[in-house]
């Protein structure tokens, strides 16, 4: 009996190493994703700066070749129509485009009395 014991006793000690084991081998892999995971979630922030700087450069450096406009919307106004007047030759959509990147904001909400600064050529 005592040698039935220790075998069984050998076997659950061989099984417990094996788990001990596969657990250890959980562990890192799980350890390991998180750092992968984590230096790429800090290279897409730092790629997003570059990139979002580029942006601000080409934004600047299109606008240099058009003067500033102060407009105040009336009522009926839209700004389509406010650029088309300003820029007849030009892409609408991309001017309108540049003065929202200049202003900071979308202009979503402008109503009649606001102020918004278009782009004359």
């Known amino acids: 009996m005592q040698n039935t014991v220790r075998v069984e006793n050998g076997l659950d ?4 190493k094996k788990a001990i084991k596969k657990r250890k081998k959980m562990v890192t892999k799980v350890v390991l994703s998180l750092m ?6 800090g290279v897409g922030a730092k ?3 570059v990139i979002a700087h580029a942006g601000e450069v ?6 240099t070749n058009y003067e500033k406009v102060e407009v105040v919307i009336n ?15 030009a892409d609408i959509r991309e001017m309108l485009y540049l003065a ?10 402008v109503k009649a009395g606001d102020v918004v600064t278009l782009f004359k050529k």
Do not use: M, Y
């Open 13 to 16: 000690f061989i099984k417990r």
């Open 36 to 41: 992968i995971f984590s230096l790429c979630i």
């Open 47 to 49: 790629l997003t700066k």
């Open 58 to 63: 080409k934004v600047e450096k299109q606008l």
């Open 75 to 89: 009522k009926g106004d839209t700004l389509w129509s406010l650029q088309e007047k300003l820029t007849p030759n």
């Open 100 to 109: 929202e990147k200049n202003a900071g904001h979308n202009f979503t909400n």
